[in-house]
């Protein structure tokens, strides 16, 4: 059974920190390029970041310098490490998972993804 299970969101303030995890099971995880993407509310959905099967990296403008995406293939886990996060940042936090393309493609497109992950809420607010 193939399944993406993201976690690790939450409320923190602005200026705080949070690691989102996107745990793949039942499918080779090495095999793929994994995307985070998120909606906030009103809005369409985003790419925010995407990392290719050998772990060349993606970052919309808005989050480069503060957020960081990783892969760990032995823990079958993808990571999204968020810092200096500003209200603007709330949304709900979706990862995916799709055939190797080029990953600014893969963010900035947003189609013909293979899977998708249940979602993690992320809010930023004082």
């Known amino acids: 059974q193939v399944q993406l299970v993201n976690s690790g969101g939450g409320l923190v303030q602005p200026g705080g920190s949070l690691r989102l995890s996107c745990a793949a099971s039942?499918?080779?995880?090495?095999?793929?390029?994994i995307g985070w993407f998120r909606q906030a509310p009103g809005k369409g959905r985003e790419g925010v970041s995407c990392?290719?099967?050998?772990?060349?990296?993606y970052y919309t403008d808005s989050v480069k310098g503060r957020f960081t995406i990783s892969r760990d293939n032995a823990k079958h886990t993808v990571y999204l490490q968020m810092n200096s996060l500003k209200p603007e940042d709330t949304a709900v936090y979706y990862c995916?998972?799709?055939?190797?393309?080029?990953?600014?493609?893969?963010?900035?497109?947003?189609?013909?993804?293979?899977?998708w992950g249940n979602g993690t809420l992320v809010t930023v607010s004082s």
């Open positions: 990392i290719s099967y050998s772990g060349m990296t």
């Open positions: 995916a998972a799709r055939p190797p393309i080029n990953v600014q493609e893969m963010c900035i497109r947003r189609r013909n993804m293979d899977y």
């Open positions: 039942g499918f080779a995880l090495d095999r793929y390029n």
